[in-house]
């Protein structure tokens, strides 16, 4: 019997679930070119924001909305390269057997999310929050209390699954505690997180 065993989990999707670095750097790599942006810059700041918060941040003299539909059509067209991260479908489902509450929580549009769940071949959420639903991006707690009350749950009775520090800094402040997954990140880098873990087996076992 896992730490969690008994919490809702609130994952995060990117670097979480579904491995999308490839289809996410091309797609922000494109969008730099395309408005002279640096690339390194962009790709430095992307992790774990949404697309408007990350156009507010680099490219303060665009509009953000209008960016994040270029950006996120530069990144739908280079979706061939996502995948499952390894041990998620397992652990879904094995959640699901259970019947333990789960649901999604990312920094992606809509239409992103959506099509890399199925692209890896994941079962899709009950609850899905994605930058669409909300004002405030990570590390705003806004998206993970906004996915805790969609699933009827209170903030202390969840547990978020995270891989970045802007991810990790937005379920502490939501009030939950977060298990950080080194796959993207330097686990030194998550170090604010409750936990830090090395991979979604590691996870696993704090769950079920």
């Known amino acids: 019997m896992g730490a969690y065993d008994g919490a809702t989990v609130l994952f995060d999707l990117d670097g979480v679930l579904v491995d999308s670095t490839e289809s996410i750097r091309a797609g922000l790599t494109a969008w730099a070119d395309e408005r002279g942006l640096d690339v390194a810059e962009v790709l430095e700041h992307s992790h774990g924001r949404t697309d408007h918060g990350l156009v507010r941040l680099v490219a303060p003299h665009l509009d953000p909305a209008a960016e994040a539909k270029r950006i996120e059509a530069h990144e739908a067209a280079a979706g061939d390269g996502v995948r499952a991260v390894p041990a998620a479908l397992g652990?879904?489902?094995?959640?699901?057997a259970r019947g333990r509450p789960w649901a999604v929580v990312t920094s992606g549009g809509d239409r992103i999310a959506r099509?890399?769940?199925?692209?890896?071949?994941?079962?899709?959420?009950?609850?899905l929050v994605t930058a669409d639903d909300v004002t405030e991006g990570k590390p705003h707690p806004e998206p993970y209390l906004l996915g805790a009350g969609r699933m009827g749950a209170v903030p202390g009775a969840c547990v978020v699954v995270e891989d970045s520090p802007a991810g990790a800094r937005a379920g502490i402040a939501a009030g939950m505690p977060v298990l950080a997954v080194a796959s993207t990140t330097d686990p030194a880098d998550l170090a604010h997180a409750t936990?830090?873990?090395?991979?979604l087996a590691a996870v696993a076992r704090l769950l079920l």
Do not use: K, Q, Y
């Not at 936990?195 to 991979?199: A, G, H, S």
């Open 91 to 96: 652990l879904l489902t094995e959640l699901d």
């Open 115 to 127: 099509a890399r769940i199925g692209t890896a071949g994941l079962p899709f959420p009950r609850v």
């Open 195 to 199: 936990t830090v873990v090395e991979d």
